[in-house]
């Protein structure tokens, strides 16, 4: 199976900040990447897929880039309804597997 | 609107079974592979079976081969999972998502607010 792992696991930041969260496979899934926010008591919610399309409806301010087994998702400028867990996922092979998440919280 | 509403979910024992249920609105549910996802607390979350379109190819992740088993009915717009010899690990919440599919890559597109399951004596 694929692992997939994120970095940093929990970070706290001011809303206008630019915010950054690494996604790495443990072996090569071209763009076949896709970032989740999750709030709590919600289910998951598809911001970007294939590493970096934009989901419809989902705010410019979020960017995805990466390929291979390095991925990054952006924040450009955090707004309050932004805080909440995201989560990568890979699905290049099966079985799927998601990341960790990482926390995005209030400094 | 895309719609999937699961139900099914509720306290069973170790051993027992669990029949959830997901309907589908808002789109052609033929034309769409199905996922069910959980979320536990041991493996955060996880992806535990898709179904193709017509039903023919299934996958179920290992952990849960020749326990559980997923299924579609197109003509009533659902989707299902049988949950049988339920162990404390399969305790959590659990999703159907819609798959979609663009330039090569799979992604859960929409999902449903998930049911809870519950699994203790």
């Known amino acids: 199976d694929i692992q997939m792992t994120q970095s940093p696991p929990s970070l706290s930041a001011s809303a206008g900040d630019r915010v950054t969260i690494i996604c790495r496979a443990s072996q090569s899934i071209s763009t076949s990447l896709n970032w989740f926010q999750q709030k709590p008591g919600k289910a998951p919610k598809l911001l970007i897929y294939?590493?970096?399309s934009l989901q419809s409806g989902v705010p410019l301010r979020f960017s995805g880039s990466g390929s291979g087994t390095d991925f990054t998702l952006t924040i450009s400028s955090l707004q309050p309804e932004d805080f909440a867990t995201y989560y990568c996922q890979q699905t290049y092979s099966a079985p799927f597997t998601f990341g960790p998440g990482t926390k995005v919280d209030i400094k | 609107e895309v719609q999937l509403v699961e139900s099914g979910g509720g306290l069973v024992q170790p051993g027992g079974s669990l029949r959830l249920s997901c309907a589908a609105s808002?789109?052609?549910?033929?034309?769409?592979?199905m996922t069910w996802v959980r979320q536990t607390p041991g493996k955060g979350l996880e992806l535990v079976a898709n179904?193709?379109?017509?039903?023919?190819?299934?996958y179920h992740v290992d952990s849960v081969k020749g326990r559980f088993t997923i299924s579609r009915d197109n003509a009533k717009n659902s989707l299902y999972l049988e949950m049988n010899s339920l162990r404390a690990e399969d305790a959590g919440v659990y999703y159907c998502?819609?798959?979609?599919?663009?330039?090569?890559?799979?992604?859960?597109?929409?999902w449903g607010h998930g049911t809870l399951v519950t699994v203790s004596s």
């Open positions: 179904v193709q379109q017509d039903g023919g190819q299934k």
């Open positions: 294939a590493a970096s």
């Open positions: 808002g789109f052609t549910f033929n034309k769409y592979w």
């Open positions: 998502a819609r798959l979609n599919w663009y330039s090569t890559v799979w992604f859960n597109d929409f």
